[in-house]
């Protein structure tokens, strides 16, 4: 990353954590419970957008989900050919940012403002537009990959003990999302 974006993300960040909401009363949820579900994620290439589809597809199959809205951010330019309009999927990209590296635009404004249940980051690195996402975003409950930078934004963290796997992430959280407020008793066998 050059220096001038270094600064304009470091003001992008202290942009943030002046803007953050100072009261949140998270609302745990266990995944199968929730109606609406939202997935904010980095865009890589094909195959990380392709792990998401096929997660967002697995949350409507098997848990009968089926307000699912993804929000995915391309660190490029212009949005990648297979990221353009798709139903329950948006995507912004660099010439959505303003100069702080903030997110702008209806889809982001309409997608933070929705009040989803549960609210889930895979992404596998911090990347100022996705934490501001999820700091402005009024979902009850927000869930995510540990870093301390995230202490600050989510409400549930899944340490990923130095796994850098996108299919192991979602793996994880779908794991202790469904473990978060189950209604069965455990097993004494």
Sequence with gaps: MKLL?????WL?????LREMPSERKPIARNLAAARKVA???????????????????????ELGISNVMAMGYSDEKALPHYLHAKLNFDAICQKDLNWYRIPQGNAVQNFMAEEYEVIIDLTLE???????????????????????SNKRFLDMMIDMAGSRSLPQLIQQVHHYLLMVNARNEPSLN
């Design 12 to 16: 992008g960040i202290r942009r943030l």
């Design 5 to 9: 974006d270094r600064i304009k993300e």
């Design 39 to 61: 997935i904010v994620y980095l865009v890589e290439d094909e195959a990380a957008h392709n792990h998401i589809r096929n997660y967002v597809k697995r949350i409507k199959e």
């Design 126 to 148: 911090d990347r100022l537009p996705i934490q501001y996402i999820m700091a402005k975003s009024r979902a009850r409950f927000k869930v995510g990959r540990w870093s301390d």
